[in-house]
């Protein structure tokens, strides 16, 4: 299967920090990739899809202003969650597809004390 | 949009013996149907999906079987074994471009009771 990246693996902010994520297409290019967020327990819940040289799109109830995405090239998207706060504290994951199947990043455990 | 229900949320088998989970969807263009097998603190991944051109796939141990008309489609896993004790999600979407996302259900937690 193809190979997704994710960066950092875990990440520890204080509250009231961003904090930058990175998920790369290790082996094909990828147009778009898929933002997660997975509370404990529970299942992957969307936040946005990323999209190569334009806006992302949001699910409804996620604040594009506090999850910036960025796809700047055919390999890399990144995740900044900005003026992070303590419920922010989840594993990010996301996931891209060389056709249709959806392969996953080993996710971002993040920690807002 | 596309809305997944999951069950059981929890699931229970003595070794050997098989498991069933069951997926019900919303959205009838919905196309394709991926099972995805978690880890505790590692990533999600494919272990079987099904488009609906097809009614049944099977791989080894693992079949997945999609009733269109009825929105359904289940993942049955024979012969259980410990290293099949994980949280498994199914999802559904249109997959016709790699652009089309998908919807997760809630997830069944499956312990492989010795």
């Known amino acids: 299967g193809a190979v997704v990246s994710q960066h950092p693996s875990w990440v520890i902010c204080k509250s009231g920090t961003s904090v930058k994520i990175e998920c790369r297409s290790l082996?094909?290019?990828?147009?778009?990739m898929f933002w997660y967020r997975q509370f404990p327990k529970q299942s992957l819940m969307l936040m946005a899809t990323?999209?190569?040289?334009?806006?992302?799109?949001?699910e409804q109830g996620v604040e594009k202003d506090k999850f910036l995405i960025n796809h700047a090239s055919l390999t890399l998207s990144t995740l900044t969650v900005t003026s992070a706060h303590p419920e922010d504290s989840s594993f990010y994951i996301c996931?891209?597809?060389?056709?249709?199947?959806?392969?996953f990043g080993p996710g971002t455990r993040l920690t807002v004390t | 949009g596309e809305n997944v229900e999951q069950h059981p949320s929890t699931l229970s088998v003595q070794e050997g013996d098989s498991a069933v989970i069951k997926c019900t969807y919303s959205d009838s263009a919905s196309n394709y149907f991926p099972w995805y097998k978690q880890e505790l603190g590692k990533r999600p991944q494919l272990i079987i999906d099904?488009?609906?051109?097809?009614g049944e796939k099977k791989d080894q141990r693992i079949a997945v079987t999609l009733n269109k008309t009825a929105k359904h489609f289940s993942l049955h896993i024979t012969e259980t074994q410990p290293e099949d004790s994980a949280v498994y999600f199914c999802?559904?979407?249109?997959?016709?471009?790699?652009?089309?996302?998908?919807?997760f259900g809630k997830g069944t937690r499956l312990h492989i009771l010795p």
């Open positions: 099904i488009r609906s051109n097809v």
């Open positions: 996931s891209a597809s060389p056709q249709a199947e959806q392969y």
């Open positions: 990323s999209n190569e040289g334009s806006k992302a799109t949001y």
């Open positions: 999802a559904a979407g249109e997959g016709v471009n790699r652009d089309d996302k998908i919807i």
């Open positions: 082996d094909f290019q990828a147009t778009t």
